[in-house]
């Protein structure tokens, strides 16, 4: 692992990273908006911010210094995984400024063939990025880390076939990834400061945090589905 991406994974240790995404129907799609958003949550002390599509990378790296998380939602036909599924996602992501690469990397089948680990590897060795592995279950923590992850994340808990009963925040699932060699990111349904200081104590590395600080749509929608009834 290079310096730089060891400097971008110290950088976000025991921290908050503030996921700035909006829907694609929002006025706050729009990239300069999104990184307003990121720059105010750095100016509050976030220590990284998670970022999807490379225009909007671009726009953020402008913006702000601390690490990216970059990721690229991708819908292909007849497949679950959407999550930077295809390395040239990720080629895209790390031109666009992100420091960090999220994946999908369920055991879930995958477009073109690519395995977990084949894409880790390139990601490594022809862009030079850490990777996050954004995983469902422990089976597929131990995957990631079989394939080279660097960090392990819970942020598909409860949104994959498998999980799909399940209700995010993973806690159970954090405290089995602690377990694990990489470092373990909490991310999906916190909801509260008390929540995240809570997956702190837990053992996570960081915590990712997104509905619940810039999700305006979401919090207005549900506002108006309770006082309309």
Known sequence: ???AMLDALRTIAHG??????APVDSP????SVIAAIAQAAVNQGAVGVRIDTPTHISAVRQRVQVPIIGL???QIPGFSVYITPQFHHAAAVAEAGADIIAIDATLRDRPGGETVAGLI?????ELGKPVMADVDTLAGAIGAV????DLIATTLYGYTEETQHLSPPGFNLLTELTQLPPPAICEGGIASPQMARRALDLGAYAVVVGTAITGIDA????????MNQ
């Open 219 to 226: 919090h207005v929608k549900a506002y108006q589905a309770v």
């Open 16 to 21: 908050l990273i503030v996921s700035c995404q």
């Open 72 to 74: 690229w939602k991708q």
């Open 146 to 149: 079989q394939a080279g992850a």
């Open 1 to 3: 692992m290079n310096d």
């Open 28 to 31: 706050l799609h729009d990239p």
């Open 121 to 125: 590897a390139r990601i490594h060795a």
